[in-house]
């Protein structure tokens, strides 16, 4: 299965719109939600090929929003690649144990995650 949209979510607009940029640039469909209640509803009604989530939220986490979509048998199969301020071991390991594919940490590197989306497509 080719990755051609991502569904990316995060409460900052700012970041929303790096992301948004860096990945219709090298060819994507770019979804956006700004909580991750409006990811989990994106996802419910139009599911994307890779979700790219931050941790850090208000309401539910990034930690939160994968463990709901990979729990559920109807969105398990969305890959989910969690984004993070804090680049410490313990991310992670609790990205990995929620069930993401992978952990960038911001700033995010282009290269970087652009070679994480290629391998889970």
């Not at 939220?57 to 990979?70: A, K």
């Amino acid at each position: 299965m080719a990755i051609q949209t991502i569904l990316v979510v995060d409460d900052s607009a700012t970041d929303r719109f790096f992301l948004t940029e860096m990945l219709e640039t090298a060819g994507y469909r770019v979804v956006g939600a700004e909580s991750g209640e409006e990811c989990l509803a994106k996802v419910g009604t139009n599911p994307p090929d890779l979700v790219l989530c931050d941790v850090v939220m208000p309401g539910l986490t990034g930690f939160q929003v994968t463990r709901t979509l990979t729990k559920n048998p109807a969105t398990a199969h969305i890959p989910v690649v969690l984004c993070t301020g804090k680049s410490q071991a313990t991310d992670l390991a609790w990205a990995l144990k929620m069930g993401a594919k992978a952990c960038v940490t911001k700033p995010v590197v282009e290269a970087d995650l652009l070679a994480i989306i290629k391998t889970i497509g």
